[in-house]
């Protein structure tokens, strides 16, 4: 029942963040989100983001951010780069992302439907090398390049920070 996340005047528990979150993990998994399947998530900053973004760990995907503020050209790039099939967005963002092919999901307005899913924890299909997310670089040619981040990358690097700050469950970072 404790406070997970806040964002302005708004905040969900860890039990509300992990059932929506697994709500949208078993909706993507029905529309075919499984490891390294890519799925960008362009939402303002917001409880939806991290929802999205867990759901999208929890379907198994790979998450692409896609920050709405970017230029269209270079949002363009990252979608034709990536060639990601799916969109998970929200109505203030929508009509910044450039034209694709891809699947949209908005967030806001489907979730009625989401919601629907069950609250359970999905079984998990990813292993330790599959994709954890893709990050875009600025590109020192001036073109942006995609890294490709695995899980393993992600627990290397969370292990190493935990270290050198001496971080424990008793501590905050911000």
């Not at 989100?33 to 917001?46: H, I, K, M, N, Q």
């Not at 929802?51 to 270079?74: F, M, N």
Request: aromatic share 8%; net charge negative; proline share 5%.
């Amino acid at each position: 029942d404790n406070v997970a996340v806040v964002y302005e005047d708004q905040e969900l528990t860890y039990q509300q963040l992990n059932e929506r979150a697994n709500q949208l993990a078993h909706y993507l998994r029905k529309i075919g989100v499984g490891p390294d399947t890519l799925v960008a998530l362009a939402v303002e900053r917001s409880l939806e983001m991290v929802i999205g973004l867990l759901g999208i760990l929890k379907a198994g995907g790979a998450y692409v951010p896609l920050d709405p503020t970017y230029p269209q050209e270079r949002l363009q790039f990252m979608l034709e780069d990536t060639q990601t099939p799916i969109i998970i967005t929200d109505k203030l963002t929508i009509d910044k992302l450039p034209s694709t092919w891809a699947q949209i999901i908005c967030l806001d307005e489907e979730w009625d439907y989401i919601k629907d899913f069950p609250s359970s924890t999905p079984e998990n299909l990813t292993s330790s090398h599959h994709l954890a997310y893709i990050i875009y670089t600025s590109g020192s040619t001036g073109k942006p390049k995609g890294v490709l981040i695995s899980h393993t990358n992600v627990i290397n690097y969370t292990n190493h920070i935990l270290q050198k700050l001496n971080l424990n469950s008793s501590r905050r970072i911000f």
